[in-house]
């Protein structure tokens, strides 16, 4: 979740290792976590691991949230979902120095595990940085840079952890895990709820929220581990490395998705009741159905060309189904062909009627757009019962 230009050096990856390679008594594994930032890849916070020895004067940062933006076809994989994060180490005042300059909070928590846990993590941590381990294949559900640290310690400390028990009435969605921290930006929650399918509906249970780090470090803070037949507290009281508050976005509801695709149906209708031009309609559904037929494509792609299971099963290709591309491509060619803009309107009439019983959730923006939709396939039907229909 960290934005990193350049990937570390192996010779300093090598250096930490040696480090690493032999904890002492006085050897202290940290959980870090990292407040929001207000760019799109920091809004979810961050984790990492910190390991701190004394008598080596060594204060290391493992982070797993690393990817190099020049990676040849860099977009290309992040969509297809064959993007590699990888394992980064930096000086521990190196890392808060970036983090100070986003004014981003940072917290350290102590990590109450003994010392054959302690050679467990890094031995672990050690398996991690070979250079054949130290790229993953990055998923934002299942193996993010929280997951890492959570597993991590699960095979560290075993059977000896315990996770507090959790009501299921309570337990959310992981659209509604992410939603919490997209909410403030209404056209980026509009967006990601577009590209996750229903595999995004599913509940996620303690365990499963540790992909955010917020709620990683929530979770963990009220897990307890196994002590001489005593419970004791996973983490101790955070210590403040960095504070800020997290930052605070107003709320614009004039340039919202549902203000703005509210205000486009009237003009559609105005435009619909007043314009008598053929040509000057021709040219708005065209402009109309190219939009529709690009996210049409994309949820083609979403649905069967990519390796994100969390896109996969999308609904929405339901209302933005292929046949919005013949459309466009009658309207191109000037042809009526009715028959195919009748598909489009029942099928945009039909997810109207049945959304809500779809084991999908839909942002109010899509029931939108589908009106959009339904109007101008409407028109397009030349249904006789239609006051707005294109007639000669």
């Known amino acids: 979740m960290k934005r990193i230009f350049l990937i570390c050096l192996i010779v300093s990856i090598v250096s930490f290792n040696q480090v690493l390679s032999q904890p002492s008594n006085d050897t202290i594994a940290y959980l870090i976590t990292c407040g929001q930032g207000t760019e799109t890849y920091s809004i979810y916070g961050h984790s990492a691991l910190r390991i701190a020895i004394a008598a080596k004067h060594s204060d290391i940062v493992y982070n797993w949230g690393v990817f190099d933006y020049n990676t040849k076809n860099f977009v290309w994989k992040f969509a297809k979902g064959r993007l590699d994060y990888m394992l980064d180490t930096e000086i521990t005042k190196g890392f808060l120095q970036s983090y100070f300059f986003e004014q ?34 990055y998923d934002f559900f299942y193996d993010d840079c929280s997951t890492r640290i959570r597993d991590l310690l699960e095979k560290s400390i075993g059977e000896k952890l315990k996770y507090p028990p959790q009501e299921i009435s309570k337990v959310p969605t992981f659209r509604e895990m992410v939603a919490k921290y997209q909410n403030p930006y209404p056209w980026l929650k509009f967006g990601v709820d577009l590209i996750m399918g229903s595999t995004s509906d599913k509940k996620a249970h303690l365990r499963d929220q540790m992909f955010l780090p917020i709620d990683m470090r929530n979770g963990l803070s009220k897990s307890l581990v196994l002590r001489s037949d005593k419970m004791i507290p996973l983490l101790q009281n955070p210590e403040i490395l960095l504070d800020f508050n997290t930052p605070r976005v107003k709320q614009k509801f004039l340039i919202s998705p549902p203000f703005v695709f509210t205000l486009l149906i009237i003009v559609i209708l105005i435009l619909a009741a007043l314009t008598k031009s053929r040509k ?50 009658m309207l191109i060619l000037n042809k009526t062909a009715e028959i195919w803009f009748r598909i489009v309107f029942y099928i945009s009439a039909a997810f109207l009627a049945i959304h809500f019983v779809l084991p999908q959730e839909f942002n109010i923006g899509f029931l939108l757009l589908d009106i959009v939709i339904l109007i101008r396939s409407s028109v397009r039907s030349e249904f006789d019962w239609n006051p707005l229909s294109i007639k000669e």
């Open 104 to 137: 981003r909070y940072v917290y350290s928590q102590r990590i109450n595990i003994d010392s054959k846990e302690l050679r467990k993590l890094t031995e672990l941590i050690n398996e991690n940085l070979r250079p054949e381990n130290i790229k993953y294949r």
């Open 280 to 329: 000057i309609i021709r040219i708005i559904d065209i402009i109309i159905y190219s939009v529709f037929s690009i996210l049409s494509i994309l949820m083609i792609f979403f649905n069967f060309f990519t390796d994100h299971q969390q896109m996969k099963w999308n609904l929405n290709i339901i209302w933005l189904n292929p046949f919005i591309l013949v459309c466009l491509l």
